[in-house]
């Protein structure tokens, strides 16, 4: 198929919508579809609702014709799955156009989903019974059912739980529809491609009306009849055929949607579970990703373009990932999942505070995990699971494949190793809860010995021995792993104090960023009787500017203060340092005194005292 016959189609979608949305306009608004302005809501007047209509009625309007010019050249293939979109399709769209006109509660609405979904998996739009993850064929078998259903239902509703800005679901929508053509074509169902970007087309016509500030908006019928035709589209669009991360390809294209809904998700069974407030786990609320970017200071265009900007990267991604080997696959994959729990921490979400709340730390008071033999299990079996890594890192062998007799021959001899090497170095006879920066070298001191040990044996037992880089990828894996649970206490422990510390007190600066600064930000953290929270330090050296002190960045010397009073809400400062002279101090008092915030000194050392 040329690439004509791919965007005619989808440009005649994009008008046809862009006619017809003035028409469904004035539908809602004779009907009552109106979206009234309300607590949750960003809008401060009337605005009608079934815009979606007019996408969804271009879409079927130029499928309808390319259907009935094409007739005699479809495939069994593409008419089972026309016929499963179009019948799965009405159920969900009837009651979403009644949601609507009259607001219906989550559980009728969620039955007829699930008969859409149903009906769309009966004709064949699921998830194909075999699929390749990486470097392994997984059989789902008769799982390959509830599980397309699930992710229809699932993808459906994560349209209209991110349809809460002007544009923001539509201009998702059409992200996700247009990679999901070019992940199409790159499997060669250019069926699922033509349909692809009829939608994304449909969407772009509809897009001028929608986008900030929005003259009409999806509702809740066009976002979930959207959602449901790229929950379908993302399952026969071939991805699950290949290799890689190109099963996930789909799931990483709808990305932000997905996101949303497993996020909403969690924290209201999270708030439900801890008793801190909040409705049911299917009520509607005000914290959704695009709620709280707004409470972090964005305004409505600048929050829209940011998640439509992470929606576009997800889905080059997505695309991308179709040319990827199984080592970089899973490097990628990594690095979302990483990248999403940072953005996720950077969102503020309460329920999910477990370091600041301390949950981190009370898992240390379980009685089985202060007993020696824990510390030993857990050596173990972070071990193994090192030189698990390092073989797939060195061979790309996720299976076990390559040279499986060397690898079980180490595994026989790694546990004694490592026991054997923690042991000499007294490593058992610390409290690891409470590990220090000594016990964390013995640590690696010990990976290194056991890794030696079986560097020795491979050239003393094989005429053909495991590379060096293989056992220095095991020494940095399993060094990271095995240090790092020594010190998880001590990390989480500081990362609650900062935590807690970083929301309540005063904002403070510190002046002097040398030893003495870093001794007074540990108090401050730790001391919350003293109702303070350091945001920075000052220091007059100026090499010292820009960089960061205890984990606070150094903003320059006193001549700066009066301006961060203003821009930081600055309440006081805090001298940590004896080197400072006595005019620059003076100065400081004078500032402080005039701009009304308090002068402290943290003093550090020894006080002589005479007997009697």
Known sequence: MNVLALLLPALAAALIAFGLTPLAMRLASTLGAVDHPGPRKVHSSDIPRLGGLAVIASVALVTGVLWAVRAQKLSKITEEFALGLTLGLIPILLVSIYDDLRPLPALPKALVQLLGAGIAVAFGIQINPEVHVFAATVTLGWVALPLSILWIVGVTNAFNLVDGLDGLSAGLALISAMSLAGVSVLVGRYDIALVALILGGALLGFLPYNLHPARTFLGDSGATAIGFCLACLALRGGSTLTTGLAILAPLVVLGLPVAETLISMARRLSRRLLHIGGGGVFEADGEHIHHRLLKLGLNHRRAVMLLHGVGLLLAAIGVGSMFLSHRQAAVLLMTIIAAGFVGLARLGYEEFAVIRRGDMLRLYEVPVLRTGLFIVFADIVLSISAL????????????????????????????????????????YRRAWKIATIADVTRTIAGVALSTSALFVFSRFAWTQPLPTTFYATYFLVAASMLAGMRASYRVFSEWSHRAQRETAGEPILIYGAGFAGSLA?????????LAMRPIGFLDDDHDKLGRMVAGYPVFGSVDRLEDLLGVQAVRGVVVASDKIPQEN???LAEICERSGVFLKHFRVGFEERQAG
């Open 585 to 587: 101090i003076d100065r």
């Open 521 to 529: 930000v540990r108090e401050i953290l730790e001391n919350s009787d």
């Open 388 to 427: 698990y890594i390092a073989w797939v890192l060195k061979y790309d062998d996720w299976g076990l494949r390559l040279d499986r007799y060397k690898l079980q021959r180490l595994l026989a001899i790694l546990p004694i190793a490592t026991l054997a090497a923690f042991y000499l170095l007294g490593l």
